[in-house]
């Protein structure tokens, strides 16, 4: 254990996280994902036991989410739906966003699901939760620290 880390982040997601660099994206997706056919070969980390929120939360506890795009934060919009619908779950992590700091909910994009699938073809890595709402996978940009100091 270490201090000041979330417990959800297993050695495998620390590394992963560790190594992305600035605009690269990392994916929170629900347990029906297809997760192993759009990684080839990039790293999928399960978490079988937590859902998209909670697994969310423990990423952006260590990374930061890039402040010079508009939208850092994209998200599968719910099939058969337009924006600005949003299912529960999506409220929810998107409300936790805003509230630890993160993003606003402009900041977050609503995204088809195909465009989506294309999206994560060119992300870093995929973290499969157990979560079993469908359409919850979210998608983040990461940033840099100490950007909010550029002029």
Request: proline content about 8%; aromatic content about 6%; overall charge negative.
């Amino acid at each position: 254990m270490l201090k000041g880390i979330d417990p959800l982040l297993t050695p495998e997601l620390l590394k992963t996280l560790a190594e992305m660099g600035h605009g690269d994206e990392i994916v929170i997706a629900d347990a029906n994902f297809t997760a192993l056919t759009l990684a080839q070969g990039k790293p999928v980390i399960r978490l079988p036991g937590a859902d998209v929120e909670r697994a969310a939360r423990a990423v952006l506890s260590l990374l930061p989410l890039d402040a010079m795009v508009d939208q850092p934060v994209a998200y599968m919009q719910v099939g058969g739906t337009e924006p600005p619908y949003r299912s529960a779950q999506q409220r929810r992590v998107i409300g936790m966003l805003a509230d630890q700091g993160h993003a606003q909910p402009a900041q977050c994009q609503p995204t088809e699901r195909f465009a989506f699938y294309d999206r994560v073809r060119h992300a870093h890595a995929i973290v499969l939760t157990g979560d079993l709402q469908p359409w919850g996978n979210f998608l983040f940009k990461k940033g840099v620290l100490g950007e909010e100091l550029v002029p």
